[in-house]
């Protein structure tokens, strides 16, 4: 009987550690200490400092994506939102067996647009029907602004 319950004993104890391992490995991933600041995203676009008391807010808040380091990760965020959500009121929804046009970036850092028939991209819902119907998007939302938050590239 001894051996038995000391056996489940080191069993548990096993189970235990991959446990904790686990959780841990968990915290790691968000790279908050408790007492850090970091930066989210109100409803309204406003920037919000919060500190990390690793409560389920914090991690609510970080597993979707919405938790930065600095004020200024958050605040680029908040404009690659804008540049997408200008394309997809401007665009349209992917269509199946017909001309979808993108905004894309050539290999020189231009912003150009292009299209495909079976192809969705991934970096947001919008699509037009005509190549000048994608230039046209590009002119009213800026080259530049898409580039940078859309693309990642300055000028």
């Known amino acids: 009987m001894n051996e038995e319950i000391s ?4 069993e548990f104890e096993s189970r235990l550690q991959e446990v904790k391992d686990k959780c ?7 790279g908050f200490d408790k007492g850090d600041d970091y930066w989210c995203i109100k409803s309204n676009g406003e920037v919000w400092r919060g500190t990390w008391d690793d409560a389920a ?14 004020k ?4 680029f965020e908040v404009e690659r939102r804008k540049v997408l959500h200008e394309l997809r ?9 017909a001309k979808n046009w993108v905004v894309s970036l050539d290999i020189y850092n231009n912003i150009s647009a292009t299209y495909s028939v ?20 590009v002119e009213k939302i800026g080259a530049d602004r898409i580039k940078k938050y859309l693309f990642g590239i300055e000028g």
Do not use: Q, W
């Open 7 to 10: 056996k489940l004993i080191e």
């Open 24 to 30: 841990e490995k968990t915290e790691l991933e968000h």
């Open 57 to 70: 807010y914090d991690r609510d808040v970080f597993a979707v994506g919405n938790a930065f380091k600095t």
């Open 72 to 75: 200024e990760e958050a605040e």
């Open 89 to 97: 009121m401007m665009g349209r929804p992917f269509k199946e067996n």
């Open 118 to 137: 079976f192809s969705r991209y991934i970096y947001g819902d919008y699509y037009f029907d005509t190549e000048d119907e994608a230039l046209e998007a």
